[in-house]
């Protein structure tokens, strides 16, 4: 059984303290808790635009997902979190866009394709998920 996960970074943004807008957190947290039931998710970034507070209405939210056990194949997962990311949109009006990550992956980014993303991920994202022992 996987780890219970917790939102890390809900609790703590608030409109002073994040440039996270609530419609994007309460989006992003409604997919995590999908995603987490069925991917051993390790962790969650949100990047790009939104992360930044420079987002648009019509932005996607970039989320990438750092998860455990053995590396699958990236588009069929990207694909299928997709199907759970179209199902929050429908939901909430808010467009997340996954990235799915595996953690060897992500602890050693220049064996990935774009290790310039995932350092930016890295250096530039707002945790907002991640796994806690039971």
């Known amino acids: 059984m996987a780890p219970k996960c917790r939102p890390a970074g809900f609790a703590v943004p608030s409109s002073t303290t994040s440039p996270i ?6 989006a992003v947290h409604a997919f995590l ?3 987490s039931a069925e991917y051993p ?3 969650a970034i949100l990047f790009g635009s939104r992360a930044k507070g420079l987002a648009r209405p019509d932005s996607e939210a ?6 455990g056990g053995s590396e699958q194949s990236f588009m069929q997962t ?7 990311a179209f199902d929050v949109m429908l939901d909430t009006g808010v467009r997340i866009q996954p ?6 992956l992500w602890h050693d980014p220049d064996t990935w394709l774009n290790p310039e993303l995932l350092h930016n991920i890295a250096d530039t994202g707002v945790r907002l998920w991640q796994t806690h022992p039971n």
């Open 62 to 67: 970039d989320v990438a997902l750092i998860l």
């Open 21 to 26: 807008d609530a419609a994007t957190r309460d």
């Open 41 to 43: 998710l390790h962790e």
């Open 33 to 35: 808790e999908r995603i």
């Open 99 to 104: 990235l799915p990550i595996w953690a060897g």
């Open 78 to 84: 990207k694909l299928d979190m997709a199907d759970t």
